[in-house]
């Protein structure tokens, strides 16, 4: 099933619904994940200022701006003043392959060209200790590292990788969030892990 994302906890499926139509102005979907207890708004239009200025509407919704729910329940999440629309698989699959499901959902995988990006996609992922692909690899030329959606070389102006990572090891050019190689870790691309993708907010 593909259905999670970054949520917040509720109690019950009814509780994440009363939740998903208390904070959206019209609440088009919504995944609850029974295990975790994870409910995961559907992003949709917010138009009051009442309900932004909660503290889950802030953290969910932007005014005037949705994502694309149309394929799957991409939902906004926001850090400072940067806000982006994510989808976690809960499937595995290589780099490549993760990378052309993001591509058929009209997304990439997940990109971290600012500070702000890389706490999205830590709070996105908290409740869940396994890995997920990036929009990060070296495979064009070893130890330059590329951004999947512009091709534009990582900077490192900020830190991004764990301690003694990159290290290419046995070969690896594909670059995970890892909960161990904390945060980000470069990994063999053949390796089947799930993924994050992201896109552009609508509006
Ligand atoms: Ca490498
Ligand atoms: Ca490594």
Not at 11 to 28: E, I, W
Not at 103 to 128: H, M, R, Y
Not at 136 to 162: C, H, I, M, Y
Not at 166 to 171: E, S, T, Y
Request: proline share 4%; aromatic share 14%; glycine share 6%.
């Amino acid at each position: 099933m593909l259905s999670s994302g970054p949520g917040y906890q509720a109690t019950s499926v009814s509780a994440c619904a009363t939740l998903c139509s208390k904070y959206v102005q019209d609440c088009y979907s919504f995944t609850y994940n029974r295990k975790s207890k994870l409910c995961t708004p559907g992003s949709r239009l917010i138009s009051s200022a009442t309900l932004f200025n909660s503290t889950l509407g802030r953290l969910y919704y932007v005014p005037g701006k949705y994502c694309d729910t149309s394929k799957v329940n991409f939902t906004i999440a926001t850090n400072g003043s940067v806000s982006t629309c994510l989808w976690l698989s809960d499937i595995l699959a290589t780099y490549n392959d993760s990378l052309y499901k993001c591509q058929d959902l009209g997304s990439n995988l997940f990109t971290i060209k600012v500070p702000e990006k890389l706490n999205i996609l830590l709070n996105a992922v908290k409740t869940f200790n396994v890995e997920y692909w990036i929009g990060l690899n070296d495979r064009d030329q070893e130890g330059v590292f590329r951004w999947v959606d512009d091709g534009s070389v990582w900077t490192k102006s900020f830190p991004l990788f764990a301690p003694y990572q990159p290290d290419n090891m046995l070969g690896e050019d594909c670059i995970q969030y890892h909960p161990i190689f904390y945060p980000i870790n470069d990994y063999l691309c053949s390796h089947e892990s799930r993924f994050i993708c992201e896109m552009n907010l609508i509006g």
